[in-house]
T-cell receptor
Framework: AQSVSQHNHHVILSEAASLELGCNYS??????LFWYVQYPGQHLQLLLK??????LVKGIKGFEAEFIKSKFSFNLRKPSVQWSDTAEYFC??????????FGTGTRLQVFP | DGGITQSPKYLFRKEGQNVTLSCEQN?????MYWYRQDPGQGLRLIYY???????QKGDIAEGYSVSREKKESFPLTVTSAQKNPTAFYLC??????????FGQGTRLTVV
């Protein structure tokens, strides 16, 4: 069965540190890939998405992600985090159907 | 405003009772979803629907039921067969194969 793995469950950083959150998926065919963010008390919102083309995609708020097909990975990065990036981050995959599967999430805490 | 509306925001249920969570969207999306969010477990898919009058089970469908009689509406019933129903429930919709848009969620508590 299709699955999505996020290996970092809880990440703690200081402001200005660099961030990389891992995401791996199990499906071997064509996939669409997403990163969502859930700020405290807010609804889930899309950070960025990959459907095809350039494997390095840029999203909102300075986030980017790289699709590496050979590694079944779609890691999220940000060069310099801010306190306002404190949130929970979810990777999601659909396999060319409308079945959208999420990972278990990574809780990011950024301290000033 | 266009979006997804979930109601109610908070819901309390006595053990043994069925309860229905509402989800309405005015985005003209074909696909709709129900997820359950528990701490440390991410979002787990309960049911999804790609088109009116059709829906598929997700990974944790046991104890839940849905209907999709209208494009705009995808209500979720939590039945008494669901052994651990206390959770945060999220509804979403999307265009075909595209990104999902989420509602604000319903927090269900069994008392």
């Amino acid at each position: 069965a299709q699955s999505v793995s996020q290996h970092n469950h809880h990440v703690i950083l200081s402001e200005a540190a660099s961030l990389e959150l891992g995401c791996n998926y199990s499906y071997g065919g064509t996939v669409n890939l997403f990163w969502y963010v859930q700020y405290p008390g807010q609804h889930l919102q899309l950070l960025l998405k990959y459907f095809s083309g350039d494997p390095l995609v840029k999203g909102i708020k300075g986030f980017e992600a790289e699709f590496i097909k050979s590694k079944f990975s779609f890691n999220l990065r940000k060069p310099s985090v801010q306190w306002s990036d404190t949130a929970e981050y979810f990777c999601a995959v659909n396999e060319g159907t409308d079945k959208l599967i999420f990972g278990t999430g990574t809780r990011l805490q950024v301290f000033p | 405003d266009g979006g997804i509306t979930q109601s109610p925001k908070y819901l309390f249920r006595k053990e043994g009772q069925n309860v229905t969570l509402s989800c309405e969207q005015n985005l003209n999306h074909d696909a709709m979803y129900w997820y359950r969010q528990d701490p440390g477990q991410g979002l787990r898919l309960i049911y999804y629907s790609q088109i009116v009058n059709d829906f598929q089970k997700g990974d944790i469908a046991e104890g839940y039921s849905v209907s999709r009689e209208k494009k705009e509406s995808f209500p979720l019933t939590v039945t008494s067969a669901q052994k651990n129903p206390t959770a945060f429930y999220l509804c979403a919709s999307s265009r075909q194969y595209s990104e999902a848009f989420f509602g604000q969620g319903t927090r269900l508590t069994v008392v």
